[in-house]
């Protein structure tokens, strides 16, 4: 009895030490070598354009770990293609306004509450890295299909998708809406899943999580 005790005791102060918990994979998944992600806010300074101010970092589940756990729990339920993550700052009126269902009401904020993403293919020409868009996330059309699914619901809103208006007004046409109506810096996560998006499927993930 008092050796299993012992190593009951011995079992709990690792944990104590290492702080036990889930193991998440550390391999960076940076998908297609001749593509990058790149972010957006509302109130992001300049075009909403692929430029070197607004990459993102192709990164790990386990990294995404020390964000957010809920979110990596998620994500390593998933067959991950790429997953790319950034901070990004809400602090800039947009000086336009956005839309997102909270639960009982449409509610009507400042366009820099919105956030997205883009999917890029680039060159380089005379020694300038030259980037072209390829894919909205989300988005019904360009680059083909961006099925997103919600990994931050309490975080983030986004739009459902089809493209008549649900019963509440909102359809694909409009943009995911940071719900806390904080400013500060937040976390930028975005996965591509390898199935491909269906009707009921999604083939993106898209969480914000506050720093």
């Known amino acids: 009895m008092k ?20 193991s998440y994979s550390k391999t960076v998944l940076s998908g297609d070598a001749d593509k990058v992600m790149f972010h957006y806010v509302g109130g992001y300074e300049g075009s909403w354009a692929a430029t070197s101010k607004n990459t993102m970092e192709a990164t790990s589940v386990a990294e995404v770990a020390k964000v ?9 339920k998933r067959s991950i293609k790429y997953l790319y993550m950034a901070e990004i700052t809400v602090d800039k009126d947009a000086g ?9 009401e449409s509610v009507t904020v400042d366009g820099k509450y919105t956030v997205k993403s883009i999917r890029s293919n680039y060159e380089t020409v005379d020694g300038e890295v030259v980037y072209g868009s390829f894919q ?17 619901e309490e975080t983030l809103f986004i739009p459902p998708w089809q493209e ?45 999580v506050a720093k």
């Open 96 to 104: 336009w306004d956005a839309k997102f269902w909270n639960g009982t």
């Open 164 to 208: 008549e208006a649900d019963e509440h007004g909102f359809d694909w046409s409009m943009n995911p809406v940071i719900k806390t109506q904080k400013e500060g810096k937040y976390q930028l996560i975005v996965a591509q899943y390898s199935a491909e998006a269906t009707a009921d499927t999604a083939n993106f993930g898209l969480a914000v």
């Open 68 to 76: 957010s756990g809920d979110v990596a729990k998620l994500l390593s």
């Open 136 to 152: 909205w996330i989300p988005n019904p059309v360009t680059g083909g299909a961006a099925h997103v699914e919600n990994l931050s």
């Open 3 to 22: 050796k299993l005790l012992t190593l009951g005791l011995g079992a709990l102060l690792a944990c104590g030490v290492t702080a036990c918990g889930p």
